[in-house]
C-alpha cells in the first residue's frame, strides 16, 4: 500500500481556531475535510504536509440554509464541510439550484460523495497525467513544472503549468454569480467564484493557503423579480458513469422573458486549462431569442471555438475539442428540459 | 463418468451458496494481507526507473545501515534464472545485471515497518547504464542487436534475434486450394490492445523461516557467527552456488563452489493461483529441498491469470525472511500490480478468411505479432494458443497460422482469462461476420453452417467431444429476438453476435510428467464429518464448493457436513493450480474417484448390516436408504459408524490424469488439447452515441455449454463475470505506455485503477446466463469449464453490433469514444454512415 508521510492531525472546534493553527504553521499545514483530494495527493508525495488542520467538524461549516434578503430575494448558504451527497441531495439546492445538485452528483462515486465536501470541490487540486503519480513514476519520469521538476511535459515549451481544472461544481457556481466566503488571519473576505480562480496550475486559488472556505453564497432572485427565475444546466462528458474526473464539463443559467426568449446566458467550461473558462459573446447570439436548434447550435459552435482542450489528460485531445459543442448543447437542454420548470 | 440423470441429484445441478461465500461476504475470510505473525517485517522492492540499462552497480549499505532494517537482498543473491515455462526461464527474481522495464524489481529490503523499507530503498544507490530501449514489437522483430539495438535477451542460437521468443507456423489442409475455391475472401488487420487483470487484491506474500538447530542437519546449519540467521554473507555465499545442476542456461554468474543448502523450513503464504508451480520454483531457486518448503494459498481477492506464475516478491519474501531471521510480509501497491502485469498480450493480427457462396468456410489464413513485454512468462504459450485454439467450433477445411511473440521494454504480458484466444477470437468472428454480410446470410445461419458438430476432430487433429454450440445460438437467437431485431433496429441500435470455443484445463502439465494432474484425499469418520483435501486453488471461481458440492452428492450427507481444506502444499495432495479452466473437469473426476471409493465401503458395510445387496443402499440427503424399500433407511452418521466398524479409519485418495490420444503428433500439437471443450455464443444489443462515439453495451445474452451445472448459480457467475471483463475490454480497457513525446517511453500510461478504466457497476450491461448442458462424456457427471470461455465472444458480439447499430467497422480495441468517433466521422465523410442492408433469408428455425 502507499503509505502516508507522517504528520500531526488538529483537530480545532472553531473556524478561527482553524486558521490561527494555519497561520501558526504556515507552509507546514494544510486544512483537510473529506480528505478525498488530500489524501491520494499526499500518499503520491504532491503535498507532504506535517499538519493537517481537520474543518469538517467544524460546527460553523454546516448547514445548507436559504434566507429571505431585503430585496425580495433569496440567499441561499452552502456550508463549506457539507458533503457533496447532501448537496446533491438537498430539496433547497435542487428546487433552486439543480445544475449544482446535479453537478455534485456526477462527481467520483458514492463513498467519495458522502467523505467529499463542497469547500473541498471548490479547493480540488489541478489535475494532470504527468502529476497524479506515485513519487516513484514522476521520479522515472523525470517529475515536471508542477512538483519537484521544471519542465511541463504537456506544453515542453513555457513555463506555465497548464494541468486541469477538475472540479464538477465551480463553474455551476460561476455561471450564477455565487461568492464564497473565506475567512484567514486578516479575517472574513468575501469573493465572487468567478474571481476565485487563476491561470495556473500550480496554484489556481486566490484562496491564500492560510484560508478557509467558511460558506458558499448563491442569490435566488425572487418571485417579483422583473428578470424572471435563474434556470441552470450542466452536462459533464466522462468515459465511465461514475467515479471519473470530467474530461469536459459545461456549465450554463438564463433567465428568459415570459414568452421564452432568453434576457440573459451564462456558460462556463471546466476539464482543459488550469481555471474554468467562460464561454464569450453568447449574448449576441441568444438575447431576445427563444433556445431554438437554430440558437442552440450556433452557441455550440461558438463555444466550440473557444475551446483548446490539451494533453493533460490522458484522453485524445482532439475529440475532447470536438465535444466541446456536443456538451454544450447539452448543458444548454437542460434549461428548456421539462423538468426544469419547476 | 454421467452415471446419474438430473432427477437422481441431491446437490448437483441445484441452487447452493458457495462454501466460502458467507465468510467473505461476512468479512470473516482472512486473505494474505489479513495475517500478521509475530515480529514480522515489511519488504519493499525497489524498482527500475528506466525501460532498459545494465546495472553496473548496487550499494545497498546506506540500506542496511538504517536502524530498523533487518535484510536486504540483490538479484545475486538469487542469480537462478527461472521461468513458469521450463523451456523459456530469462527471468530472475531480481535483475542481476540488467533492467528490461520501468517496474523491474532491483533489491528488496525488510524492516520493522513499511515506512522505514521506504526509507531503505531510497537509499539504495544503483549505478545504471541506460541502453536503447524497445517498444513497438515490429521494430523489435527487424532489430540486429549490436550496441545500438541490442537485443533484450540473448539469442538462444548464434545468428537467431534475441528479441524473439517463440515462433509457430502450423499449417492444416490445403489452403491455395481452399481460397480458389472460394466465393468470397475477407482480409483485414486486427489489433487488440493490451490489457490487465487488475484483481482487486493486491499480490501479497509472507516468508516465513524455521532454521534448524544447530548441528541437526549434514548441512550447513544457521548458529550465530557462522551463517546465523543474520549472517548475510553466509547467505549469499550459499545463494550463489545454489543453482541445481541441471540447470543448463543459468545466466552469466559465474558459479562458485556448490555449498549445502541452508537447513531449515520455508513457509510461504501467498496470494498465488499456482501454490504447486510456486513450490517447485522456491525451491529451485533459492537451493531448497522441495520436502522442506511450504507453500500455504489463503483465500485470493481475483487473480484472472495475473497470480499464475512465481512473482518476485515470493522469492524476496523467501530469502529476506532466511536472512533476516524473522517473517516477512510484502503487499504490492496496485502501481506494482500494472507492473508485474503478465496481462493480454497486445496481438497485432491479419485475418483472411474465404467462403463459399452459401457461406461455407473455405480456408483460414492467419498472421500474429504478440508484444510479448521484457520476459516469456507464459509467451511460449500464449504463441501456440494464438492458432490452436481457433479451429472449433466451426469447420475449416484448411488453416494457416503464423505467430511470432517478441520482446519489448515493457512490462511482460502472460496469461489473462481466455488465455491467447481472446484476441484472435475477436479478429475472426469479425471476419465471419463481414463474410455474412457480403453474402446477404444472417450471421447466426452462417454460423450453423459451419458447425462442426460433436464427436469429431478440429482441423488441427484436437478432439472434440460434447458440442453443445447449436443450442447456445439458438439460446441467444431466441433470448435477443434476434430474428425480429436484427438490422432492423433503429439507426445507432444494433445486435451482434459471436461464438467460441475454450479448453477444460490443458492436456499436459507446464513440466513434462506423468503424475496426475490432480488429486484430493477425502476422509470420513463416525461424526458424519467428510473432510476434502483439495489441491486446488480457491480464488474465487469456487472450486473448494465444487468438491464440496461432489463429496456430499456422492457420500448423501448434507453440505454442511463437508469441510474443505485446499492450498497447502504440506497437507493437500499435488493439484496445477487454477489456470487454463482445468479445475472442475480434472478435481471434480479425481474428487468422484475418491468418493466413491468410500462410498463403496459405507455400502458394503450397510448392507452387510441389513443383509442385502450393495447395489442396493443409497446414500442420499444425509441418510443410507434401502432402494426397493427407500422407508428403511439409517442416518448417514450411523452409516460410517458401521463403515468406520468394518473397515477401520476411512480415507481415499483420487487423482485425475488426462487420455493420451487426444491431439495430433505433430510439433506443437499437444498445446491446445484438452479432455473437453466448452462452447458459448453472445449476442450483445448497443447504443452508439453518434455524436460523442460512447457505445453503450445495453444487454449482452451469453449461452454457454458447461457439460453440466454442478451448481447454476456458480456457473452463471463466471458467465456473468466473463462477459463483464470482455464487455470491458471491448470498451474502454488498455495497458498502454507513454512514448518519447508523451513524457517519457515505456513509462506506464496510467497505473492506478483511477485512470486505467475497468466498468463500474453502472456501466456494466443487463447479463442474462443461457446456461446449455451438454453432458460431457469424460467430465465430472458431465461438466465442463465455465470461467473463461464465456468472456471470448463479448468483443466480436459488441463490434459486431456496432456495425449493426451505424454500418461501421473498427477492427482496433478498445472501442473507446475517441476511436469509434473518429469511425464516425470518417464514414460520415464517406456517406457511409447509415443501417447496413439486412441479410436476404433471416431465417426462421423451422426452415433450417
Not at chain 1, 111 to 136: A, K, M, P, S, V
Request: aromatic share 8%; hydrophobic share 35%.
Amino acid at each position: 500500500m502507499l503509505r502516508l508521510p507522517p504528520y500531526t492531525y488538529h483537530r480545532p472546534r472553531t473556524v478561527r481556531e482553524a486558521v490561527e493553527l494555519l497561520a501558526e504553521h504556515g507552509t507546514e499545514a494544510m486544512p483537510i475535510a473529506g480528505g478525498t483530494d488530500l489524501v491520494p495527493n499526499m500518499k503520491h508525495r504532491l503535498f507532504t504536509p506535517t499538519h493537517l488542520v481537520a474543518v469538517g467538524g467544524i460546527p460553523g461549516l454546516g448547514g445548507i440554509d436559504l434566507r429571505a434578503l431585503d430585496d425580495g430575494g433569496w440567499e441561499l448558504s452552502i456550508g463549506a464541510a457539507e458533503t457533496l451527497a447532501s448537496v446533491a441531495e438537498s430539496t433547497a439546492v435542487r428546487q433552486h439550484l439543480p445544475a449544482l445538485a446535479k453537478a455534485a452528483a456526477h462527481i467520483a462515486g458514492p463513498q467519495h460523495r458522502n467523505r467529499g465536501t463542497i469547500g473541498g470541490n471548490l479547493c480540488l487540486d489541478t489535475r494532470c497525467t504527468y502529476y497524479n503519480q506515485t513519487e516513484f513514476w514522476r521520479e522515472a519520469l523525470g517529475y515536471c513544472l508542477k512538483k519537484d521538476g521544471s519542465v511541463c511535459h504537456v506544453t515542453r515549451v513555457g513555463a506555465k503549468c497548464v494541468a486541469a481544472h477538475s472540479a464538477d461544481t465551480p463553474p455551476v457556481l460561476m455561471t450564477v454569480d455565487a461568492r464564497v466566503e473565506l475567512e484567514g488571519p486578516e479575517g472574513r473576505r468575501t469573493l465572487p467564484v468567478r474571481e476565485l480562480f487563476v491561470a495556473d496550475g500550480i496554484w489556481n486559488s486566490q484562496r491564500a493557503s492560510d484560508e478557509i472556505i467558511n460558506r458558499v453564497l448563491i442569490r435566488i432572485p425572487g418571485p417579483e423579480e422583473a428578470l424572471g427565475p435563474i434556470r441552470s444546466g450542466y452536462a459533464k462528458l466522462r468515459q465511465r458513469d461514475s467515479i471519473d474526473f470530467p474530461l469536459l464539463t459545461v456549465a450554463v443559467s438564463a433567465r428568459f422573458d415570459p414568452e421564452g426568449r432568453v434576457r440573459q446566458l451564462s456558460g462556463m467550461v471546466t476539464g482543459l486549462g488550469s481555471r474554468p473558462r467562460e464561454l464569450t459573446r453568447w449574448e449576441e447570439l441568444a438575447t431576445g431569442e427563444p433556445l431554438t436548434d437554430e440558437v442552440l447550435e450556433a452557441l455550440s459552435e461558438r463555444a466550440g471555438r473557444q475551446c483548446t482542450p490539451l494533453e493533460n489528460h490522458i484522453v485524445d485531445p482532439e475529440w475532447r475539442k470536438a465535444m466541446v459543442p456536443v456538451i454544450t448543447r447539452r448543458a444548454l437542454a437542460d434549461l428548456t428540459a421539462p423538468a426544469h420548470a419547476s | 463418468m454421467a452415471e446419474k440423470a438430473q432427477s437422481d441429484f441431491t446437490i448437483v445441478g441445484t441452487r447452493q451458496r458457495k462454501v466460502d461465500g458467507l465468510a467473505k461476504a461476512m468479512g470473516r475470510a482472512r486473505y494474505t494481507d489479513d495475517i500478521a505473525l509475530p515480529d514480522m517485517l515489511h519488504g519493499k522492492i525497489l524498482r527500475s526507473p528506466h525501460p532498459h540499462a545494465r546495472i553496473l552497480s548496487i550499494d545497498t549499505s546506506a540500506a542496511e545501515a538504517l536502524e530498523g532494517v533487518h535484510a536486504v537482498v540483490t538479484g545475486r543473491e538469487m542469480a537462478v534464472p527461472y521461468g513458469v515455462i521450463p523451456w523459456t526461464p530469462d527471468e530472475y527474481p531480481l535483475c542481476v545485471d540488467r533492467v528490461r522495464y520501468i517496474g523491474d524489481g532491483v533489491a528488496a529490503v525488510a524492516a520493522i515497518d513499511e515506512d522505514t523499507a521506504n526509507e531503505a530503498l531510497r537509499r539504495i544507490r544503483v549505478e545504471y547504464e541506460e541502453l536503447p530501449p524497445v517498444f513497438d514489437p515490429f521494430e523489435a522483430l527487424e532489430s540486429k542487436g549490436g550496441d545500438d539495438a541490442p537485443y533484450l535477451h540473448e539469442p538462444r542460437k548464434p545468428g537467431w534475434n534475441g528479441n524473439i521468443t517463440k515462433v509457430v507456423k502450423l499449417e492444416f489442409g490445403d489452403l491455395e486450394e481452399g481460397f480458389r475455391g472460394s466465393d468470397v475472401i475477407v482480409e483485414h488487420d486486427f489489433l487488440f490492445e493490451g490489457t490487465t487483470h487488475a484483481p482487486i487484491e493486491p499480490h501479497c506474500a509472507i516468508g516465513l523461516w524455521e532454521a534448524d538447530p544447530p548441528g541437526r542437519h549434514e548441512g550447513v546449519a544457521f548458529s550465530e557467527g557462522s551463517g546465523g540467521p543474520g549472517d548475510t554473507e553466509a547467505i549469499l555465499r550459499r545463494s550463489r552456488g545454489m543453482e541445481p545442476k541441471d540447470q543448463s542456461d543459468r545466466g552469466d554468474l559465474d558459479g562458485e563452489g556448490q555449498l549445502p543448502p541452508p537447513a531449515g523450513q520455508l513457509t510461504v503464504w501467498s496470494s498465488t493461483q499456482v501454490p504447486h508451480y510456486l513450490h517447485r520454483e522456491l525451491s529451485r531457486v533459492l537451493g531448497l529441498d522441495p520436502a522442506r518448503v511450504r507453500v500455504i494459498q489463503p483465500p485470493v481477492g481475483g487473480a484472472f491469470g495475473g497470480k499464475s506464475e512465481p512473482f518476485d516478491l515470493e522469492f524476496c519474501v523467501g530469502l529476506l525472511a532466511m536472512k533476516a531471521g524473522r517473517p516477512v510480509k510484502i503487499l504490492y501497491t496496485r502501481e506494482e500490480v500494472f507492473y508485474s502485469h503478465r496481462g493480454r498480450h497486445p496481438f497485432h493480427m491479419k485475418y483472411r478468411v474465404g467462403a463459399t457462396r452459401d457461406g461455407r468456410l473455405t480456408a483460414v489464413d492467419a498472421h500474429t505479432v504478440l508484444d510479448g513485454g521484457a520476459y516469456a512468462s507464459f509467451g511460449l504459450v500464449t504463441t501456440y494458443y494464438s492458432g490452436q485454439l481457433l479451429t472449433a467450433p466451426y469447420q475449416m477445411p484448411a488453416y494457416r497460422f503464423d505467430s511470432t511473440r517478441v520482446y519489448t521494454n515493457k512490462p511482460a504480458c502472460g496469461p489473462k482469462r481466455g488465455h491467447g484466444s481472446v484476441q484472435p477470437r475477436f479478429a475472426f468472428e469479425v471476419q465471419l461476420d463481414r463474410i455474412a454480410h457480403e453474402l446477404r446470410i444472417d450471421p447466426i445461419e452462417l454460423r450453423r453452417r459451419n458447425f462442426m458438430g460433436s464427436d469429431t476432430r478440429t482441423v488441427n487433429e484436437l478432439r472434440v467431444t460434447s458440442n453443445g454450440f447449436l443450442e447456445c445460438l439458438d439460446a441467444v437467437e431466441e433470448a435477443s429476438g434476434w430474428r425480429e431485431r436484427f438490422r432492423t433496429l433503429p439507426f445507432g441500435r444494433g445486435l451482434g453476435v459471436a461464438g467460441s470455443t475454450y479448453i477444460s484445463g490443458t492436456n499436459y502439465p507446464i513440466y513434462p510428467n506423468d503424475m496426475p494432474q490432480s488429486a484430493v484425499q477425502i476422509q470420513i469418520d463416525r461424526s458424519g464429518r467428510v473432510a476434502v483435501f483439495s489441491g486446488a486453488s480457491e480464488i474465487g471461481q469456487g472450486t473448494d464448493s465444487m468438491v464440496a458440492y461432489l463429496a456430499a452428492e456422492e457420500l448423501g450427507v448434507p453440505l454442511e457436513y463437508v469441510r474443505v481444506m485446499a492450498g497447502d502444499t504440506d497437507f493437500t495432495p499435488v493439484d496445477l493450480g487454477a489456470y487454463s479452466s482445468r479445475v472442475t473437469f480434472m478435481l471434480g473426476n479425481a474428487c468422484l474417484e475418491a468418493a466413491r471409493k468410500l462410498k463403496a465401503k459405507v455400502r458394503e458395510a450397510v448392507a452387510d448390516h441389513w443383509e442385502c445387496p450393495a447395489g442396493q443402499v443409497l446414500l442420499a440427503g444425509g441418510w443410507a436408504l434401502h432402494a426397493p424399500d427407500t422407508g428403511r433407511k439409517m442416518p448417514i452418521r450411523e452409516a460410517f459408524v458401521l463403515a468406520e466398524s468394518r473397515f477401520g479409519t476411512l480415507g481415499a485418495v483420487g487423482s485425475y490424469n488426462t487420455p493420451k490420444d487426444v491431439h495430433g503428433d505433430y510439433r506443437g500439437g499437444t498445446i491446445g488439447a484438452s479432455p473437453a471443450y466448452s462452447f458459448t455464443a453472445h449476442v450483445a444489443e448497443v447504443d452508439v452515441d453518434v455524436e460523442t462515439g460512447q457505445v453503450r453495451v445495453d444487454r449482452i445474452w451469453v449461452a454457454h455449454d458447461c457439460g453440466r451445472a454442478l451448481n447454476p448459480v456458480l456457473v452463471e457467475g463466471q458467465m456473468e463475470g466473463s462477459a463483464y471483463m470482455g464487455f470491458g475490454e471491448a470498451i474502454m480497457e488498455e495497458q498502454v505506455y507513454k512514448d518519447a513525446d508523451h513524457g517519457r517511453a515505456g513509462l506506464h500510461n496510467a497505473p492506478s485503477l483511477l485512470d486505467y478504466r475497468i466498468p463500474t457497476s453502472l456501466d456494466t450491461p443487463e447479463l442474462t446466463s443461457l446456461i446449455v448442458e451438454s453432458i460431457d462424456p469424460e467430465g465430472p457427471y458431465g461438466a465442463k469449464e465455465a470461467g473463461e470461455g464465456p468472456l471470448h465472444p463479448a468483443i466480436p458480439a459488441i463490434a459486431n453490433a456496432i456495425f449493426d447499430a451505424v454500418g461501421v467497422r473498427i477492427d482496433r480495441l478498445p472501442f473507446s469514444p475517441p476511436r469509434v468517433w473518429r469511425a464516425l466521422e470518417d464514414a460520415r465523410a464517406g456517406g457511409e454512415l447509415a443501417k447496413p442492408a439486412a441479410p436476404n433469408d433471416i431465417r426462421t428455425k423451422s426452415e433450417l
